[in-house]
């Protein structure tokens, strides 16, 4: 018996395997192995040239009959295992868990300007926005902030040319708010602020702040004072209690520091509070005259507040985050916690 007849022999018995194949992907298997480009036919019939010529005829026509066998014996094994599971011929484990697509949601830090714009907006406030890029008169000059005042060096800018800076604070917001629009004024402005600061656990160059002002006439200190406990204990619980402290800011007079009593110790000190019972959260006062005055606002008939809080902080605190810069690294294993 030559070679080839033995070749031919094997293959016929392999293709009675295929009527065995457990599955389509057992019989996709084995649809490579007989058909594809590495299969025995091309072989055999290329060498079917080194055959006796009168040979060649009855060999070409087995080769082409075998080949119709297995193709049609594969097709039939297909068509019975779709027969005995249904439409499906697939290997599909209908048991296994399935992947949900991930559903996407607010930055923690969107949502907490969010809530905080909430309670603000109860109160009557105004929400606007302004420029990230500020001159020196909306950032610091018409703040009093001049060019010679101490507390300029420690708002350490990020220029971009003669008089263009990214704000360093929100506060330029009460300026060109005041420059736009007539009396009487209650709005808050959201914004991002930028500082030459190292970016470390509790720094970061840009950070976020809520800045608020409301002027009219015989607006006082008791305005201020029942805004600032209403915002504590809308946005930290009813139970907080507030602290207000003399401080200095050039376009205020007076000048306070707001703190709340620590809601993880109630006030009897731990590390979140630095073992001081107090966390501090804002700066504010009454608007000075002359920054009055220089938005032509009349400032013998007038009066207000501002004051201007980060919102990182109070986010971490409420959330209980140790490192400001989880915020803007955007790693989702700690966006998704939230
Ligand atoms: N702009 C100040 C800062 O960035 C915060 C501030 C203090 C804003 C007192 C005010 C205010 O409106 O009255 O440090």
Sequence with gaps: MGEYEKKLEEI???IEEISGAAN?????T????FLGKAGPFQDLMKGLKNLPPDEKPGMGKRINGLKNRAAKALETRLVELREQLGDDVSDLDYTLPGTRPTQGRLHLLTRT???ILTVFQDMGFHVVEGPDIEDEWHNFEALRLHADHPARDTQDSFYLGEDRLLKTHTSPMQIRYMEEHPLPIQMVAPGYCYR????????????????ALMIDKNITFAHLKGVLVEFVRGFFGRERKVRFRPDFFPFVEPGCEIAMDCPFCDGEGCRVCSQSGWIEILGAGMVHPGVLEYCNIDSKANTGFAFGMGV?????????IDDIRHFYENDFRFLSQF
């Design 12 to 14: 016929e018995k392999r």
């Design 24 to 28: 389509a992907a057992a019989v996709e």
């Design 30 to 33: 084995l649809r490579r192995e």
């Design 113 to 115: 300007i969010e809530q």
């Design 196 to 211: 030459r600061d190292p970016f470390t656990s509790r720094h970061s160059p840009t950070f976020f702040q809520i800045e």
């Design 312 to 320: 990182e902080r109070p986010a971490m605190i409420r959330y209980g």
